[in-house]
């Protein structure tokens, strides 16, 4: 690995001089852009649904389980003496949640414990939580929150039983804690007097506690980690996520019509990342989450092929083509019809808006070649025939793109998906030139995953997004949006990881059970500077790159950006930049992220650290409109003007020292 730094480290510095940059920014004749640039996605890795931005504080809640992931007492240990085990009784809470805990009391006052995921932030603050319980109980339970270290309670609210013999009763609380924990390793409780116990035992189901949520919702989302999304200001959701909505076997892929409704009728799935997801996170959870960020969903639809490389047959694709069809009638059909009416009586009675449906997730790769030819044959033309035929407007998205062999019949766009090294994002800057306005991609993931010297799937990626590698995701994004006349957008993936349990560890946000843990990554500072500075319409630039690689266009306000990315130089690169339109005198905003020296560095949740830089400058435009300013290696840029560039301006349509080069179609 020294070596293999070492490499990096000179192919990121070869150039050992570099000659002043001179653009010339055309005040028109750009492309109108998708206005969906920058947007998330979620895939339920790396513990970042369950025991991540699903508040739900429990693991383990409901005893869930399927072929790959065996009920278990997980999470869950006796308190006082208690005995606990998971029955399975011949009157279930519901034909979904088949398992639950039995629990035969101990000392007089015993019960059970859960240890979250991976602890619990205890602050003092409302905690709603509810347990359904079922047998004779004459009394009342406990509910408690108390360090696992010290055994001292933060907090506890007692709960008259209602409980019957041969009945599931459902109770309801709130626990407000007196005192905040000093760390996160603490465990919730419930307990009860072994007197009170008609029956010798009691059984528990569906324990639940939420802190808090964003916006307040039921079933709702951590309020940390939605506010760091919302501070990327982004524009789309790509849900629900790749792999998960693949599923394992052709048998537990991601069903959306069992994510609705009650949780007690949400049987949960194999999760693709080595465990038992709860689902609670689901289809309206999803859509939720586009209403309280304004984003624009794209939804994924399963298209017959799981992770194991089982695929549909063509004689029996028809049933899942309906029901992708059906949710999509669930989504956005009135109350009249079927599955609209199925949404209203949920208590969501004004249907969603749908735009986009991306057939699939990377059909190209699992079981290829024979699952990447049946989706090539028969599987994509199925759903591309019959959501043409119901819903012509929405606009379709292959799971792969031009850039994987496939044809994508107009008016299909594609999805593409790299995960590559930073001179491999440099290659890839010009990728989207040639493409025309048939060829429409989304760029449904994207990382700098492995060090410059090559791919390799075998080893471990990069232990953290770093600076280096960020910076060459910025170049790549510059050159997409060069093209964002025909790019949808791109989001960065996976978004989050959990710091105690995680399987791909590049990842745009860190967390764990404390707050104080979560972390932006070096990434996240890309994607935050860009999303708030939206092209709208790019304009026409000189077009000569490298060292310095860049966009420009106007903003919805009628602003002019430039955004732009140094890499590859060992000394500082001088930047003059002329805007039509604009004048002397004239000021804009110069906004530029930098990173320490060592190109490998990155923000450690650990240390809690920054090792992003951010300076911004107020410049004055000298004669014909011209900024002039100096980008570092390694160092990306935002300039945008304080006014639009509605006037004429003086100049002349040509920088001093570079000839001027007008790239029909892209605007650059």
């Not at 109770?171 to 407000?176: I, M, Q, R």
């Not at 951590?222 to 789309?236: C, G, Q, S, T």
């Not at 194991?308 to 694709?317: P, T, V």
Request: proline share 6%.
């Amino acid at each position: 690995m020294r070596l293999l730094q070492s490499a990096v480290v000179s192919a990121l510095a070869l150039a050992s001089s570099c000659s002043a940059v001179d653009l010339f920014v055309r005040g028109s004749g750009g492309n109108k852009t998708t206005k969906m640039m920058y947007g998330i996605m979620h895939e339920d890795i790396n513990n970042s649904g369950d025991g991540g931005i699903y508040a739900e504080l429990i693991q383990n809640r409901a005893f869930q389980a399927s072929e790959q992931f065996p009920v278990s007492l997980n999470a869950w240990s006796a308190v006082n003496g208690a005995k606990l085990s998971v029955k399975q009784l011949d009157k279930p809470l519901s034909v979904a949640l088949p398992n639950s805990l039995n629990v035969v009391p101990g000392s007089k006052k015993s019960g059970f414990a859960n240890e979250g995921y991976w602890g619990m932030d205890v602050k003092v603050q409302k905690y709603t939580g509810s347990f359904y319980v079922k047998g004779s109980y004459s009394g009342r339970f406990t509910a408690s929150l108390q360090s696992n270290l010290t055994g001292e309670t933060f907090g506890s609210v007692d709960i008259v039983s209602r409980s019957v013999a041969n009945e599931w009763v459902q109770h309801e609380f709130t626990l407000v804690p007196k005192k905040a924990a000093p760390n996160s390793n603490n465990t919730f409780a419930i307990t009860f007097d072994a007197s009170g116990v008609k029956q010798g035992s009691l059984d528990f189901n569906l324990i639940s506690l939420f802190p808090p949520t964003y916006k307040n919702r039921p079933n709702g989302l951590r309020i940390d980690l939605m506010e760091a999304i919302a501070e990327l200001n982004p524009k789309f959701f790509r849900l629900p996520g790749g792999n998960m909505l693949e599923g394992l076997t052709t048998k537990s892929w991601w069903k959306w019509n069992e994510t609705i409704g009650p949780l007690k009728d949400r049987p949960g799935v194999a999760g693709v990342w080595n465990y038992q997801l709860t689902t609670g996170l689901g289809l309206v959870e999803y859509m939720q989450w586009c209403d309280d960020l304004n984003l624009e969903p794209i939804v994924a639809i399963w298209s017959g092929l799981a992770l194991d490389g089982n695929f549909i047959s063509e004689a029996d694709l028809e049933p899942y083509v309906q029901s992708a069809l059906d949710e999509i009638e669930f989504l956005t059909g009135d109350v009249h019809t079927k599955w609209g009416a199925v949404r209203a009586s949920l208590g969501y009675p004004k249907p969603w808006k749908v735009n986009y449906v991306e057939i699939g997730n990377e059909d190209w790769l699992a079981g290829r070649p024979t699952g990447y030819d049946s989706y090539k044959q028969y599987r994509f033309k199925r759903f591309f025939d019959a959501f043409q035929k119901k819903y012509p407007k929405i606009q379709l998205i292959a799971s792969p793109s031009v850039f994987d062999d496939m044809v994508i019949p107009v008016p299909a766009a594609g999805d593409m998906h790299p995960y590559l090294t930073p001179d491999g994002f440099i290659e890839a800057f010009s990728k989207f030139d040639h493409l025309t306005k048939d060829n429409l991609t989304l760029i449904g993931e994207y990382a700098a995953v492995h060090p410059n010297g090559g791919i390799d799937w075998s080893g471990d990626l990069q232990p953290w997004p770093w600076w280096g590698g960020a910076v060459s995701e910025a170049i790549f994004l510059i050159g997409a949006e060069r093209n964002s006349d025909r790019v949808i957008g791109a989001t960065y993936a996976p978004g989050l990881r959990n710091l105690n349990r995680w399987q791909w560890s590049i990842t745009l946000m860190q967390h764990a059970a404390d707050p104080a843990l979560t972390t932006k990554s070096v990434s996240w500072y890309i994607m935050h500077l860009f999303g708030k500075h939206l092209i709208t319409e790019t304009l026409p630039v000189n077009a000569n790159f490298g060292p310095l690689y860049y966009v420009a266009g106007k903003s919805d306000k009628g602003t002019t950006i430039v955004k732009g990315a140094v890499y590859n130089t060992t000394v500082p690169v001088p930047v003059s930049l002329q805007l039509e339109g604009y004048d002397k005198g004239d000021k804009a905003t110069l906004t530029v992220l930098t990173g320490p020296a060592d190109p490998y560095a990155y923000n450690d949740p650990w240390k809690q650290n920054n090792v992003v830089k951010e300076t911004t400058t107020t410049l004055q435009a000298g004669k014909d409109g011209t900024f002039s300013f100096t980008l570092p290696q390694l160092s990306v840029a935002v300039l945008e003007t304080e006014r639009s560039g509605k006037g004429k301006g003086k100049g002349k349509g040509k920088s001093k020292r570079a000839k001027v080069r007008m790239v029909d179609g892209q605007g650059q």
